[in-house]
């Protein structure tokens, strides 16, 4: 461990680091024969050695140590050295006295809780010091460690052994999906009235620097009067000594109102704040990169107030070989816990009692993760042809909303009124208040087709969803994506297993790595407002027609491609198309041309495991197929200015008749059919390429919200439209 420990630093608004003050070793600690430890850097791991020589000008060390099979000498800077029994430890070892000077320990500090000093003593022993015994001297330095690091002075907390929660008789049973039929309205589960955060930020200097620093592992905004976020500063195995910290920031009083540690390789998932429970995982046989996961989950309660986190149960979480997903699962109300379990499988957790309350199959080839009403009242889970809405506290299907063309994404709105569900090509705006209501639908290829991470409503007409790198506003009056956000390289934008970005109340919560003119690292959090400065302007001043290409009245002519077989079927499939979008054929004069393609793919092979088809005694089946690839594409000149592609795979699910093989199943669901072109829904009115992601982008930076210019009117010649008729798509 290096020995300057970083402060905790203040952030105004802006996020711009104070400069960090260091808790510096003592200098000539160290003599010739001591058995010490140095850090390698480039290895990130710490040797065993010993002191050869010491250089009292330099205070570099010269070390003999063991490197596998070699010994080798090095000279070392002395604050990268430490003695065997400081490793753990908040501050360099030193000689403690009591309050008569009569008694003396040399000993490293472990931990600061309540009035007691947990120290080690060079023999490895550990005692507990009553802090009021200790000399004036020590005292005053204990109240300086505390007010530099708060809660990371406390001892990092031993975690519990793992145990295997009991398992029912109905284990590799799920729930059946619903019929879509079956809808039912639901009571509102609006977002609790302690969800309420303020603007502001905070930083706080991390462990280690760029290459091997603390980096984010996951930001939950928490509420509450001081509008706090708990946010979780890590190190993995990958980067050096495993660590974990708990930074509670305050947003109203932009600063960081407490942290605390957690013990090695144990990371946060959840916090549920009503319950105070906190929940975190760690891979049983270490952080390991192979497809097969072994995961234990754990349950803390600690309160910002709290100098350590409580264990209260750790458990096994995995399937028998390990889960190829990775860890995700939501506190629900402090009792049950929902895990991703392994692909496409969900498992409710009872931690009071010990067991699995529920068990669910989603049926689904995306496994898009579940989305959740205000108060986790109601769980809202994508599937392949419907939404299911379950009570995640007992696994209860309640109702579906009907997704014909799938789901990618749900969002509730924060008065738990109405539910958003995109599919590749539009969004479906729910009424949950009313089960007779048919949903708004809204063309929305700009925001279906990107990799969706997650969903949010903005007021009450906006959504906002969340890519990889980039956020985008999608307008429910304009039916167009207003704006883009772009992350900047320092801000954080996470995964969908553990977000580091949230939409609450309009406010943009996010996170950041930040430097200061000393070149100090840092990590901040921060809360803006949004839509941000410039984009409000434009809600009222875009016309969607201007950015228009086609609309009604457009010239078609129709190539299909698709062999003799689908030929027929599909050209039919598209004129219906054409016709409701008020488009004419004219294969002579045409302003648009679509193509519509069927193709064979290469040959692929799927392996199911452990499925209720195999034969018995075996564990694995291997099926090959040819995929059908169908695509359309809308062309205006050489131009391409709409496309969709769909290909065949092989069935998630399938019940297998007498005589019948997993093989013929699977071949049998390669057979060519038009659904595709059926229910492809080609808009009528296409936007220009260059505004399908907004009109302008803000750049989201340490600094807040930075808008750019709003883009010029798009340049289209509508004076003639027509195209010349081709006979081959320039694109195959």
Known sequence: MNFKQRIQIGLLLSLALLLAIPLTANAGRFKRGDTVQIYKKFWKKWYTGTVLDISRKSGQLKIQYQDGGRLKTEIFDENIVRFPYEEDAIAPARNWTDASGSFQVMA??????????????????????????????????????????????????????????????????????????????????????????????????RLGDFSDGEEFGVIIPVGGPDSLVLASAERHPRKGEATTRLIWVSIADNKIAAQQKLPPEEYVLDYHPPSHRLLTYSYIDGETLGSKKKIALAIWEVLPTDEMATPIVRWEAHPLEGTSVDPW????????????????????????????????????????????????KYAFLPEQDQVRVFDPMSGIILTALPAPKGSKAVALSEDGKKAAVLDNHQLAVWDL?????????????????????????????????????????????????????????????????????????DHLVYGASVRDNNRNEGLAVGNVKLPG???ADVFDTVNREDLEITKPGERVRLEVRCGDQLNRDVYYAMLAKIEANQWTLDAENPTLIIYADATKGETQSTTYYNSSFLSRGSREVTVSYVPNIYTLKVM????????????????????????????????????????????????????????????????????????GALKPPPQIDRTNNSVDAQDEDPFQ
């Open 108 to 205: 490293a500090p472990l931990g600061i809780y309540g009035d007691t000093l947990k120290i080690r003593k060079p023999d490895m022993a550990e005692l507990e010091v009553p802090i009021s015994k200790l000399s004036d001297g020590d005292q005053r330095y204990i109240d300086r460690i505390r007010r530099f690091m708060g809660g990371a002075a406390a001892p990092t907390p031993v975690n519990l052994p793992i145990t295997r929660f009991g398992r029912s008789t109905t284990d590799n049973e799920f729930q059946p999906a619903i019929s879509s039929d079956d809808r039912i309205a639901i009571l509102p589960d609006p977002l609790p009235s302690y969800m309420k955060l303020k603007e502001g930020g905070a930083a706080f200097g």
């Open 329 to 376: 699962a939501q506190i629900i109300d402090g009792r049950i816990v929902l895990q991703r379990w392994d692909k496409g499988e969900y498992v409710g957790w009872n931690v009071d009692q010990k067991s699995v309350a529920y068990r669910l199959k989603q049926e689904s080839f995306r496994d898009s993760l579940p989305a959740f009403s205000g108060t986790k």
């Open 433 to 505: 208040t009313n089960a007779n209501a048919e949903p708004t639908y809204f063309h929305a290829d700009d925001i279906g087709r990107v990799s969706v991470k997650s969903m949010f409503w903005l007021g009450d007409d906006k959504i906002m969803v969340k890519s990889y790198r980039e956020l985008l506003l999608f307008s429910l009056t304009q039916r167009i994506v207003i704006w883009s956000y772009q992350f900047e390289y320092t801000t954080k934008h996470g995964d969908e297993e553990r977000p580091l970005v949230h939409i609450v109340n």
């Open 533 to 535: 400065p410039k984009v």
């Open 636 to 707: 205006k000149g050489n131009d391409l200015i709409w496309s969709s592609r769909r290909q065949s795979g092989s069935p998630m699910f399938m019940t297998l008749r007498e005589g019948e093989t997993a093989q013929s199943k699977v071949s049998e669901s390669q057979i060519p059919n038009v659904s595709f072109f059926k229910y492809a829904d080609i808009p009528s009115r296409i936007i220009h390429k260059d505004y399908r992601r907004g009109l302008g982008t803000t750049q989201v930076t340490t600094r807040g919200l930075i808008a």
